[in-house]
């Protein structure tokens, strides 16, 4: 892979307008073809309102009712049958700064009643502890929705937070992936901006883990031997892994940042380790060079990754609904090209397939029962944007 030298990152901030404007050329740098950004692309938008910094967007499963936390602590939801939007109460008390906030929701797969009426979900926050660290946490509870504007979470409990707390402002990942069959809850743990936590298996950080759905470490995880914290990890050695996603197949993927260059999709193993900090296909913020993958064979290499970056939102393994040719591809919210990336994989190899250009810094993105794609835009009066074939 190339590394980005003194060159590249001279052109760097020139490198990231040309990936704002439309038909510019983008070097992809996983050995593929340059990639075509398009201004309006395969997409007719529409705004479906706006929110306080989004963060993460989850529809609860079999309504059309999409749930939006919000950086700053808040919830809403937006029925998109009906336009009603709603606030939710009963939410945990959160460390709203740099990275830190409100973070993931999810809900389980197996409740799906046409209706929300009451259903387990779960949330993720950074959690400002006692105040001289924070820490990633993930909590389950019962959602109430009684009123037609209004749902409270009951019985929200904490069922598992990163070891140690750090005092770092960063990196706390926290995406929640159940797997196909239902049985288990995979989730990210960044390693907190302190790198030498994702090769240390005392740890959780810079970790993915697998736990069972109240939050226990779950059986036969690959060092469970080790007991404690061990035995919840399922991969390690990631830096700050903002997208967690079960393709078609069954299969575990995760979408991470690098440091300066290095974004990247790798396919997740159990036991496995993806080499961070001692590799990287990006350098240090310093500029020191960091060890590209290609020379510790020993660690699993990326399928595919970015120099400059993308910077990463969330994804979604694409159904095909709306259009067919994408079926099982990754669809990448983007906030450093302010686009979405379409990515193919097949086997241990990524290809780039398109960008398509937004107007601001996109956060997540999820798929409607009807095959449409709702995507947020990032920050203060970030928009909820639904897009359909153009």
């Given at each position: 892979m190339r590394r980005l030298n003194k060159i590249a990152l001279a052109l760097f901030p020139a490198a990231l307008a040309a990936a704002s404007c439309g038909s510019a050329q983008v070097a992809n740098n996983a050995g593929d073809s340059a990639v075509?950004?398009?201004?309006?692309?395969?997409?007719?938008?529409?705004?479906?309102?706006?929110?306080?910094?989004?963060?993460?967007?989850?529809?609860?499963?079999?309504?059309?009712?999409?749930?939006?936390?919000?950086?700053?602590?808040?919830?809403?939801?937006?029925?998109?049958?009906?336009g009603r939007r709603g606030t939710v109460t009963g939410l945990p008390k959160v460390l709203n700064q740099g990275q830190g906030g409100l973070g993931d929701v999810a809900f389980l797969p197996s409740e799906a009643p046409p209706t929300l009426g009451r259903r387990t979900i779960y949330l993720t926050w950074a959690d400002p502890g006692d105040g001289s660290a924070s820490f990633a946490a993930m909590g389950r509870g019962t959602l109430v929705c009684e009123e037609a504007d209004a749902c409270r979470i009951e019985g929200l409990t904490q069922i598992w937070r990163q070891q140690p707390a750090i005092r770092s402002m960063g990196h706390y990942s926290h995406k929640i992936?159940?797997?196909?069959?239902?049985?288990?809850?995979?989730?990210?743990?960044?390693?907190?901006?302190?790198?030498?936590?994702?090769?240390?298996?005392?740890?959780?950080?810079?970790?993915?883990?697998?736990?069972?759905?109240?939050?226990?470490?779950?059986?036969?995880?690959?060092?469970?031997?080790?007991?404690?914290?061990?035995?919840?990890?399922?991969?390690?050695?990631?830096?700050?892994?903002?997208?967690?996603?079960?393709?078609?197949?069954?299969?575990?993927?995760?979408?991470?940042?690098?440091?300066?260059?290095?974004?990247?999709?790798?396919?997740?193993?159990?036991?496995d380790n993806y080499g961070w900090p001692v590799v990287s296909n990006g350098d240090d913020y310093s500029g020191a060079p960091i060890p590209d993958h290609p020379t510790r064979p020993e660690f699993h290499a990326p399928a595919i990754s970015w120099n400059p970056v993308i910077a990463p939102g969330d994804w979604l393994f694409y159904s095909g609904t709306l259009w067919p040719e994408w079926r099982g591809q990754a669809m990448i919210a983007t906030l450093g090209t302010t686009a979405i990336v379409r990515v193919s994989l097949d086997g241990e190899k990524g290809t780039e397939q398109a960008r398509t250009r937004f107007d601001k810094r996109l956060r997540d993105i999820v798929e409607a029962a009807d095959g449409s794609l709702y995507v947020v835009e990032d920050g203060p009066g970030g928009r909820l944007l639904r897009l359909t074939p153009g």
């Open positions: 075509r950004v398009t201004a309006a692309g395969p997409f007719k938008v529409e705004s479906k309102g706006a929110f306080d910094s989004p963060w993460a967007v989850a529809f609860a499963p079999g309504t059309q009712v999409l749930f939006v936390t919000e950086k700053p602590g808040t919830m809403k939801f937006v029925d998109l049958a009906s992936a159940f797997s196909p069959d239902g049985r288990y809850l995979f989730l990210s743990s960044g390693e907190r901006m302190q790198g030498a936590p994702a090769q240390d298996l005392g740890t959780n950080l810079g970790k993915v883990l697998r736990l069972n759905l109240d939050g226990t470490p779950a059986e036969g995880n690959p060092f469970a031997g080790r007991g404690g914290v061990s035995r919840e990890i399922w991969s390690y050695g990631h830096r700050n892994l903002l997208g967690l996603k079960f393709d078609l197949d069954g299969q575990l993927w995760d979408l991470e940042h690098g440091p300066r260059g290095g974004d990247e999709i790798n396919k997740v193993v159990a036991g």
